[in-house]
């Protein structure tokens, strides 16, 4: 499951705590929750669309703002969810779903998102982690980066990079592949700009309604979640490696703002990769109390411990 020197143990033993016959049981999707969950998000979105053409007020628009970059992570979250194969039972459906109503929408690839997130899980710990970059210290040992970081300015081009829908499209073998895989996207766009056209919203709500919330409700509370989920306060960041199963017990609105769908339990999801959101809670209850598993109780606590511990000094050898 992960070849990371630093973690393998410690997952394997984590997993041993939860028998074969109660995994099977957990690890079937709630069919129903996750169709109400797609629905309500999607529901939400639209609806902030339809007040925002009809009440065409600064506050309006400013709660249609709130209510769609909201419901865009939630949306990205069961995206999430779907890299795993954890939104349905059949394989071609769960990437259908992910693919045309969360990935598409949001300009993502979902093919390089899947590649690179399972290559996260793999080497969670290692050296080689495409998404270490985030949780490291090193190279935001100071007050200014980790602020940097906190407006996603720090981390954006990377990630970008890490899963643009068009990265292969230079290739000359692999043009008409990549376009075929990632044609949700641009169709994905179109159909946003006609649902903003058909509630009467101008051209450049796209951007106002769309494009912005996607980056301050979606990219920068995820790559703060991202830093806190694996962060360690330790220099240099190969001290930390083996404490990097971590799970945070938020308050109801850090939860919302940055873990929603049960997203903080992260120690757990990277043990049991395979089970859906709806069932870490209780996977949570069954492991959360392992020695190998940090439990933290605030993200905007843990953020704070890091502002005033940086700038971090190596351990003597």
Not at 14 to 35: M, Q, S
Not at 138 to 163: D, E, M, Y
Request: with cysteine; charged share 20%; glycine share 6%.
């Amino acid at each position: 499951m992960i070849s990371s020197p630093a973690l393998a143990d410690a997952i394997k033993s984590v997993r041993a705590c939860v028998d074969g016959e109660t995994l099977a049981r957990l690890a079937v999707p709630d069919a129903k929750r996750i169709a109400r969950d797609l629905a309500t998000d999607w529901g939400i979105i639209l609806a902030a669309f339809a007040v925002a053409g009809v009440f065409p007020f600064l506050w309006t628009w400013c709660v249609a703002f709130v209510a769609i970059g909201m419901c865009q992570y939630r949306l990205f979250v069961l995206g999430h969810e779907a890299l795993h194969a954890c939104l349905h039972r059949d394989r071609a459906t769960n990437d259908r779903l992910a693919r045309w109503l969360v990935y598409g929408p949001m300009w993502t690839g979902f093919a390089d998102s899947r590649r690179a997130h399972v290559a996260h899980h793999d080497r969670l710990g290692a050296h080689d982690d495409p998404e270490r970059y985030i949780y490291e210290i090193g190279n935001k040992n100071s007050k200014w980066r980790l602020l940097l970081l906190c407006l996603g300015v720090l981390t954006f081009f990377r990630a970008v990079q890490r899963v643009v829908p068009y990265r292969e499209i230079g290739s000359t073998t692999s043009a008409g592949k990549a376009l075929r895989q990632r044609a949700s996207v641009l169709v994905a766009q179109v159909a946003i700009v006609l649902l903003l056209w058909f509630f009467g919203l101008p051209w450049w709500s796209y951007v106002v309604l769309w494009l912005a919330p996607i980056y301050v409700f979606v990219f920068v509370p995820d790559e703060i979640r991202s830093f806190c989920d694996h962060a360690v306060l330790a220099a240099p960041d190969e001290a930390g490696d083996r404490q990097r199963l971590i799970t945070y017990l938020p308050g109801r609105f850090e939860a919302l703002l940055l873990a929603p769908h049960n997203l903080h339990y992260q120690a757990e999801h990277h043990a049991f990769p395979e089970l859906p959101y709806h069932a870490l809670p209780e996977v949570h209850r069954l492991v959360g109390d392992h020695p190998e598993i940090t439990v933290r109780r605030s993200y905007f606590g843990f953020l704070w411990q890091a502002f005033t511990a940086v700038p971090l000094q190596p351990r003597a050898a």
